[in-house]
């Protein structure tokens, strides 16, 4: 990164996450003396060591007070007050520190000498104070034509980690890339730029990009969409995106395809359901993707959403669209939007019925991001068939002997075993409309298009004007998916919901390009 504090790439690179709501703030606090002056804050940031290296998130600003900063200068320049200050916030939780300031308008953001020796300087003193903490400096600036830069460094276990990636969660869901960033594709044009280079009419997408905008088609390329569940509704979505033009994909799904599968799976055959050792449904869907695309960059992930594993591997991602019908899923929800400023689209179906008739067919939409409530604050989590969910074998079957010997004592059974819950009633052509629309809505807050009507909504398209509800939303008194924003992994403890020890390890099926 420079001559004197090199970062090591090799080692891995971090991220950044910010909500719209709290880089708004932090802009207009940097730029305060632009164009020719610079000015910045220490901030607090949750954060997360990785498979790939350090995830930060930013909670907020520990703003200077007067006298913090040296105004006289044009440089940013902290007074021992304001470090002081710094040092007894990290003392007075678990959140790290760091520094962002601008450069002036128009100029680079590579540090300069007088930046090396501030990052050294704060680097080896809350070191001191929290050895095991990173510690970040970040530079921002504008370009005359508003055009934003950014680069920064992390200090963690005894070295410098390049900051590759700024994501933004607001009305859009936006990425940029460090100035400072060599992609180690660099040199490699992608099927995105070469049917750009031969003009929209011609390119796969082009339908798209006449309704949306070849920007629009440039940041589908550009992003990573995780998908959880990869069966009824997780199939189609990942259609649905890989040919929008979505390059990125992970995947996360830890059973195997079955008979009953074939009604409603997009991309599984026949040949797949009546093998005598049937593949991963994440297999099946890395075949399609690679048959629509064969650039695509896939990481499939044999496991669950709870497992650590699955955690690292969906904070490269820019969204998460949850297609399982499990209560432990959608309970994670809320805390990768709270905890980790992660936003999610959570898709439920339900099919209703009797006397021989279908009475209702509904479809939920659901969106998680920082500042709205969790699922347990929307009552949309089913406390016994969580439960149901987390226990092993051997608890399951202590729970029945417990209800039947109640049985034998005249008490009531259902405090031990409520039995297994029902198994939802799922069929391909409903699944295969909300799986659809959902990448639909996932499609417009990547590109910033459009977005859901409402943040949580249920439709039926057995009644009269689709029967559309929206769902009133607010936060549950003492909830931390309201207090706890951006602490990462420094809000481990306030989990909805952890893994259970008796579950099977993660297992990543691929993580490269062309299988």
């Not at 709290?22 to 002056?37: D, G, N, V």
């Not at 991963?280 to 650039?295: L, Y």
């Amino acid at each position: 990164m420079n001559r004197r504090i090199q970062s090591d790439q090799t080692r891995g690179h971090c991220s950044l996450r910010i909500t719209e709501t709290c880089r708004t703030r932090l802009e207009t606090h940097l730029y305060r003396r632009y164009p020719e002056r610079e000015w910045g804050t220490f901030f607090r940031f949750g954060w997360r060591r990785t498979s790939w290296g350090v995830a930060l998130f930013f909670v907020d600003g520990l703003w200077p007070q007067s006298g913090d900063l040296n105004r006289t200068v044009g440089i940013v320049e902290i007074r021992s007050q304001y470090t002081l200050r710094a040092v007894d916030a990290l003392a007075a939780s678990e959140l790290g520190i760091g520094v962002i300031h601008s450069h002036p308008e128009g100029a680079d953001t590579f540090p300069s000498r007088l930046d090396d020796d501030m990052d050294g300087y704060f680097a080896g003193l809350f070191g001191d104070y929290a050895p095991d903490r990173p510690y970040a400096s970040i530079i921002f600036s504008r370009a005359e034509d508003g055009e934003f830069r950014f680069t920064g460094r992390i200090y963690v276990d005894g070295g410098w980690l390049p900051l590759q990636d700024l994501f933004t969660c607001g009305d859009a869901l936006e990425l940029q890339t460090c100035q400072l960033y060599e992609d180690p594709l660099q040199g490699k044009r992608s099927r995105f730029e070469q049917e750009s280079e031969q003009g929209a009419a011609l390119a796969t997408t082009a339908r798209l990009r006449s309704f949306l905008s070849d920007t629009a088609g440039k940041r589908l390329h550009q992003s990573t969409v995780a998908i959880i569940g990869c069966s009824g509704t997780g199939s189609p979505a990942v259609e649905v995106l890989v040919r929008a033009g979505v390059d990125k994909f992970v995947l996360v799904d830890y059973q195997r395809l079955s008979v009953s599968n074939l009604e409603r799976v997009h991309g599984s055959t026949m040949q797949d359901v009546m093998a005598k050792v049937p593949p991963f449904k994440v297999e099946a869907m890395m075949r399609m993707i690679h048959e629509i695309n064969p650039e695509a960059n896939v990481e499939a992930i044999v496991g669950n959403i709870l497992d650590e594993e699955v955690l690292d591997a969906l904070l490269r991602a820019d969204v998460v669209l949850n297609c399982t019908d499990t209560q432990h899923s959608r309970a994670f929800l809320g805390d990768l939007a709270a905890h980790y400023l992660l936003p999610s689209l959570d898709l439920g179906v339900l099919l209703e019925g009797a006397g021989g008739r279908v009475h209702a067919q509904v479809g939920q939409f659901t969106w998680f991001e920082p500042n709205l409530p969790c699922a347990f604050c929307g009552q949309m989590v089913d406390y016994a068939t969580l439960a149901y969910e987390m226990m092993s074998d051997e608890e399951k079957e202590q729970r029945r002997e417990a209800a039947q010997l109640a049985r034998e004592r005249g008490v009531d059974a259902d405090q031990y075993w409520r039995g297994e819950p029902p198994q939802l009633l799922t069929v391909g052509y409903l699944t295969s409309m909300i799986g659809s629309l959902g990448a639909g809505y996932v499609i417009g807050a990547l590109t910033g298009k459009f977005k859901m009507p409402h943040s949580r909504f249920q439709f039926d398209i057995n009644s009269p004007s689709l029967g559309v509800v929206e769902i009133d939303r607010l936060h549950g008194e003492g909830c931390s998916c309201a207090s706890k924003i951006g602490f990462a992994d420094q809000a481990r403890a306030d989990r909805s919901v952890s893994r259970p020890a008796h579950w099977p390890k993660a297992n990543k099926i691929l993580h490269h390009p062309n299988g």
